[in-house]
């Protein structure tokens, strides 16, 4: 069942990679499991899913305890709000955090790595499409941060990662897109090494490739409605 939702949601990427003129592999699948069972991520890892994404740390501590069994081990992504109090355990758990959008929580992850583990990869969070209520750096701001990201000794910065406002219309869900898309370009001009533009969920996956993005983030089209 699961191992199906992968297949299709496998299919959607390279039919958009096609339409875009990229090749397939430029574009990794995260599987966003918060809210679902271990029991889901287990089904998905024995089909083939190596990288998760979870938002909340306290249902990812228990997770990933609950799975450490598993082989090849799964990749394990922060894809929702860090407060600093959570930073530790966050710096000891993940492989990467993608929404870094201050500087001190990167100076505090960065501190907390544990030293026999690989830098920990992380992306900024940019709020693209400018909504107040939203977490991530105005685009005005990212320029200075990812500098100083970049400089920080047990991190590194990988790119940038958006969740734009929902809507039908792929027009204006490309619109969001480009624009992280041209903030990257801007880094990557700077000499910054970054490799990934984390963009497109369920509903907008198409729109976000079409744009450059080189990795999507899927939950509900693998895993199904999440609970209210
Ligand atoms: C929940 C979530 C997703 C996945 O959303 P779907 O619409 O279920 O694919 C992707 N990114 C972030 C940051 C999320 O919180």
Redesign the pocket.
């Known amino acids: 069942m699961i191992a199906d939702k992968l297949a299709q949601v496998h299919s959607r990427i390279a039919s958009a990679c096609m339409a875009a003129g990229r090749p397939v592999q430029s574009v990794t699948l995260?599987a966003?499991s918060?809210t679902f069972g271990v029991d889901a991520i287990a089904e998905a890892h024995a089909a083939g899913q190596r990288r998760f994404?979870e938002?909340y740390v306290q249902e990812a501590i228990e997770k990933v305890a609950a799975l450490e069994g598993l082989e090849p081990r799964p990749e394990w992504h922060l894809?929702?709000p860090l407060q600093s109090n959570k930073t530790r355990v966050v710096a000891e758990l993940f492989d990467w955090v993608?929404?870094v959008d201050r500087i001190k929580i990167a100076e505090r992850l960065s501190a907390q790595r544990p030293p026999v583990l690989a830098p920990l990869s992380v992306c900024l969070q940019v709020n693209v499409s400018g909504e107040a209520r939203k977490s991530g750096l105005a685009p005005g701001e990212v320029g200075a941060v990812a500098h100083a990201v970049a400089a920080l000794p047990r991190l590194r910065l990988r790119g940038l990662?958006a969740?734009p406002e929902v809507t039908g219309d792929v027009a204006a869900q490309r619109r969001p897109f480009r624009a992280l898309r041209g903030l990257f370009d801007q880094l990557r001009g700077e000499g910054l090494a970054l490799d990934t533009l984390s963009a497109g969920?369920?509903?907008d996956?198409e729109a976000a490739i079409l744009e450059g993005a080189t990795m999507v983030?899927?939950?509900?089209?693998?895993?199904g409605r999440?609970p209210a």
Not at 217 to 223: E, H, K, N, T
């Open positions: 995260l966003v918060k994404g938002n894809i929702g993608q929404t990662m969740i969920m369920s509903d996956l983030r899927v939950g509900s089209a693998i895993f999440r």
